[in-house]
């Protein structure tokens, strides 16, 4: 695979001379769940082909990069996370060939595709586990990490804490323990093991070959144990992703390696390894101290985890959300903190699962539009490249009474026909309801209603989305943090080749004066959301309600 040329990696206006940001600095992601999104030949579940009938949809909004969920096939217990053959889609989804279509339709339309890369585990039904465990001898013994004593590795964490009591699974045929991060029915790889890291490297080979522009690497802290440790980000593992890096580059050099790792953003550094890693890591604090800063109407939070990390070294890039399609994770914040945000994003106990809340984005915020429109202010103008969950562009809201995270996996709703023009299939043959209770039923959320809505929600945040997109500022700019002695205000400000976008954000449900930063008192900007003009920045001295601004000034070179 070579650098496809329908990809220009230059911003808008380059200046001459000074270093150009990658692709996914300046990219929009859209989390993508193949079976929830557009069911294409009525059978309940959604395909390939549906995502292809929908690429104008999701480019429409703005974005530049799916991420796709698992595709491969599995048997489903961990909603493809459990994959059974790594070269095969799950049959529902349709085909290799779909899959090339898929990429083709998508690049065509100027849109990368990343998938899922599940490295860590695969499924107990994998042929490489059912050979493993079918006797000691068997030469796939090792491929996965086996042992006579379940206390090994004790000091490692329990993710899915709610259902497992320990990462051992016995296994009564071969009569030895198991290792599984997840689900039992999960059972982890041996990195240990030089012809695992080769299996592997030749997966990320096979789909790079189908023509992915990268992946999403799955739990990616945890390929390898060691005794006396937590088993999370040891060097080894690191060693692994540097490798990975470079097998993968040496096939396509616009590939980007997004990871999955769940740490304080000082331990994420690593994972970007000076340049030789991950291009991107998720940065989960502070999609939880967004949240945070929204519930204490405090930019405290924020300041305090933006300050860690203000910049990242060059080419590396966070990936930040709002939600995604596990729970909204609290396990990054001191327990008085957890203990905060479970009682007040999820009071109901249904509502709440291991470290987090298994509920969306919109009835987290309370179905206001203008909270959500400003926690996606704060996700566009801070450092990182927006990760959009699927359906929250809408403000899709959730179901609680489906078990485990499928509450946030519901099909899309698209408009406010039968089965919410998702499927048309029997109800009864949708492989999840569609969310039925007012107000986030389709009669009350679908897309052809927002779309047909110049003030809808869907509207407003694609006007965001297109003003960030034209000044790359925001995705490869500097950060600078500034104060002002009212705690309800974020003030920030993002720099790159002579513009400076200060970003101004209330975070409180009342009227918030205040007064800028003296530099920035006699300053000219305009508001890029409205085209306001001010001759003095120090004229704005007061924010209405979760009201944000964002002023480009311009300064001399
Ligand atoms: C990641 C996925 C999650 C999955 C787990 C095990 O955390 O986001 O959905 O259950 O890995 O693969």
Redesign the pocket.
């Known amino acids: 695979m070579t650098n496809c040329p329908s990809f220009p990696d230059a911003p808008l206006n380059p200046l001459p001379n000074l270093p150009q940001p990658p692709w996914y600095a300046n990219a929009i992601f859209y989390e993508l769940y193949v079976r929830a999104f557009y069911d294409a030949n009525g059978d309940g579940q959604g395909d390939l082909a549906g995502v292809i009938a929908r690429l104008d949809y999701i480019k429409e909004l703005g974005v530049d990069c799916i991420w796709l969920?698992?595709i491969c096939d599995s048997p489903l217990v961990?909603?493809g996370?459990?994959v059974r053959d790594y070269r095969k889609l799950l049959p529902e989804y349709g085909t290799i060939n779909d899959f090339r279509r898929l990429v083709d339709a998508a690049h065509q339309r100027g849109i990368r595709i990343i998938c899922?890369l599940?490295l860590?585990?695969s499924s107990d039904q994998h042929e490489w586990f059912m050979q493993s465990r079918s006797s000691r001898a068997n030469p796939y013994r090792d491929w996965y990490v086996w042992s006579d004593d379940p206390n090994k590795y004790k000091e490692a964490g329990i993710?899915?804490k709610d259902t497992q009591a320990s990462n051992w699974t016995w296994d009564e045929g071969s009569q030895q323990y198991y290792w599984h991060?997840?689900?039992p029915q999960?059972p982890d790889l041996n990195y240990d093991h030089p012809a695992v890291q080769q299996a592997m490297l030749d997966v990320a080979g096979y789909w790079l070959g189908l023509g992915v522009d990268g992946f999403r690497l799955?739990?990616v802290t945890y390929l390898y144990e060691r005794e006396g440790t937590k088993c999370e980000g040891l060097p080894e593992t690191h060693a692994y992703l540097k490798r990975l890096r470079q097998f993968v580059n040496e096939r396509n050099p616009a590939a980007v390696l997004l990871g999955?790792a769940?740490q304080p953003p000082i331990a994420s550094l690593e994972y970007f390894g000076d340049g030789g890693e991950l291009q991107m890591l998720f940065n989960f604090p502070r999609m939880t101290t967004t949240f945070l800063a929204l519930a204490t109407e405090s930019a405290a939070p924020l300041y305090r985890i933006l300050r860690e990390i203000e910049n990242l070294p060059q080419g590396a890039q966070w990936g930040t959300m709002l939600r995604?399609?596990?729970e909204l994770t609290f396990e990054m914040v001191s327990p008085a903190e957890r203990e905060f945000l479970f009682n007040y994003y999820a009071p109901d106990p249904r509502q709440r699962i291991n470290w987090g809340t298994r509920r969306r984005l919109a009835p987290l915020l309370g179905n206001d539009p203008r909270r959500i429109l400003l926690a996606y202010s704060t996700l566009l103008t801070l450092p990182g490249s927006p990760v959009i969950y699927y359906g929250d562009e809408i403000g899709m809201g959730d179901d609680i009474a489906l078990p485990d995270?499928n509450g946030v996996r519901t099909p899309m709703q698209w408009d406010d026909t039968a089965n919410a023009g998702f499927s048309t299939a029997d109800p009864t043959r949708l492989y999840a309801p569609v969310v039925n209770e007012p107000p986030y039923d389709p009669a009350h959320v679908n897309v052809a209603a927002q779309q047909s809505d110049p003030y809808s929600f869907y509207h407003q945040l694609r006007h965001l989305i297109a003003v960030r997109k034209a000044h790359p500022a925001f995705g490869a700019g500097r950060l600078t943090l500034h104060e002002t002695a009212n705690p309800a205000i974020l003030v920030h400000s993002r720099e790159w080749q002579g513009e400076r976008i200060v970003a101004l954000h209330n975070l409180s449900a009342q009227p918030q004066t205040f007064t800028f930063p003296a530099e920035f008192t006699a300053m000219v900007a305009t508001d890029l959301l409205t085209n306001t003009e001010y001759k003095e920045m120090g004229e704005i001295t007061r924010l209405e309600p979760y009201q944000y601004l964002w002023l480009s000034t311009w300064t001399s070179h």
């Open positions: 969920l698992p961990d909603d996370y459990d899922d599940v860590n585990h993710v899915f991060r997840f689900y999960q799955d739990a999955e769940n995604n399609h596990d995270r």
